[in-house]
């Protein structure tokens, strides 16, 4: 397929302040976009200026929620190159989760090329200072007006990109992290492996509860026995426990991160042990009370590691450490992993894709 490249007629203003960078707000001047159609496939794919779609009220994805995404980064490097971190993952991910929610799959290596183009073409947007990068998010939504519930036959795929701000302005900092006991995110043979827009949405309430108790994060517990840690909001959750990095098993109710994943490959690449299974709440309270838990961090893309200072469950608290200082192993996942990614650290994985 052609990839088509539209002039550009007005460019936006720029924040010249990196320091002034949020998350997500704003948008740079182009975007990637192609449609699909049942019987004719993908088609008209082309970087375009950055502009609201024109959609149908009875669009599917407003009524039904037939919608998926994607989240990466590319990163400015000191000799000003610019690097994506393991893009085709996402879009492998991209297609696992189309099939799910049956939306028809892209071509992975085509998306990767869109992408490449896309950001070469904006690439004065890919900001310089320490901590910042330029957030992707593919997007698949269904565009077809019709009421019935059944997969659509009309698509939309696209990319946008926004420069974002380093997260943590100064040094990571541990977060507050609620466990739910009532509400959960996803069971046995639902989408919850799915990056789908409808397990967030299902995911606000809880979020809103333990935001107005004074929490940071939701630690969602399997929806089964209400037991065993699954993850938190957009990340995964792993811990350091008696030396070995622990973290639940992929078992198609939490999504398999990509951070996730580079973190358990570093970890057995500098000789840390590995387990990924289930962990229970219980587990998680004694092994802190009794130190054998030093230190628990997410991962995913937007934080990359972020560390947790406190627990807690029903009327139970427990403080990691002091609450307020990064654990040894987390803080040293974080830098090997920001370090590859913005190329102070060789990348022994092949884990960076220039453009
Ligand atoms: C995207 C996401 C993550 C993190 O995945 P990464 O590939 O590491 O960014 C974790 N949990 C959920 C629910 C997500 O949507």
């Known amino acids: ?95 696992h989760s189309a099939r799910r929610m049956c939306m028809p799959e892209v071509d ?26 330029l957030y992707i998010r593919p997007a698949m939504i269904a565009s077809e007006p019709m009421l019935g519930v059944r997969p659509a036959e009309e698509y939309l795929c696209y990319i946008i990109v926004c420069p974002v701000g380093a997260y943590y302005k100064g040094g990571l900092a541990p977060v507050k992290i609620w466990i739910s006991d009532h509400y959960v995110r996803a069971a046995d043979g639902g989408t919850g492996e799915v990056k789908t827009g409808g397990n967030y949405a299902a995911s606000l309430y809880a979020a809103r509860e333990a935001a107005e108790k004074g929490y940071d994060q939701v630690l969602w517990l399997d929806a089964k026995e209400r037991k065993y840690v699954e993850e938190v909001g957009s990340m995964n959750l792993c811990f350091v426990c008696d030396g070995k990095l622990v973290t639940s098993p992929l078992h198609g109710t939490i999504l398999d991160g990509i951070t996730r994943r580079s973190v358990l490959e570093l970890a057995r690449y500098n000789g840390l042990a590995v387990e990924e299974r289930a962990l229970s709440v219980d587990e998680i309270f004694a092994g ?47 830098d090997t992993l920001t370090g590859i990614q913005y190329g102070h650290l060789p990348d022994p994985h092949g884990w960076v894709d220039l453009l």
């Open 1 to 95: 397929m052609d990839l088509h490249i539209l002039p550009l007629e007005k460019f936006k203003p720029r924040i010249n302040d990196e320091s002034e960078l949020t998350f997500g707000k704003q948008f740079t001047d182009r975007m990637f976009v192609m449609s699909y159609k049942a019987g004719q496939g993908w088609h008209d794919a082309r970087v375009q200026p950055y502009q609201p779609f024109s959609l149908d009220p009875a669009a599917m994805v407003l009524h039904y929620a037939q919608e998926i995404f994607e989240g990466l980064k590319a990163f400015r490097r000191p000799d000003g190159q610019i690097a994506l971190f393991r893009p085709i993952d996402n879009f492998r991910r991209f297609n």
């Open 108 to 133: 992975e290596d085509f998306m990767l090329h869109a992408l490449k183009e896309l950001i070469r073409l904006e690439s004065d947007w890919v900001p310089r200072s320490e901590g910042t990068s």
């Open 288 to 334: 802190v009370e009794d130190g054998s838990i030093t230190e628990a961090f997410g991962t995913g893309t937007a934080v990359v590691i972020s560390p947790v200072g406190q627990f807690t469950y029903q009327d139970r608290t427990v403080v990691i450490g002091d609450g307020k200082t990064t654990g040894k192993v987390t803080q040293e996942l974080y």
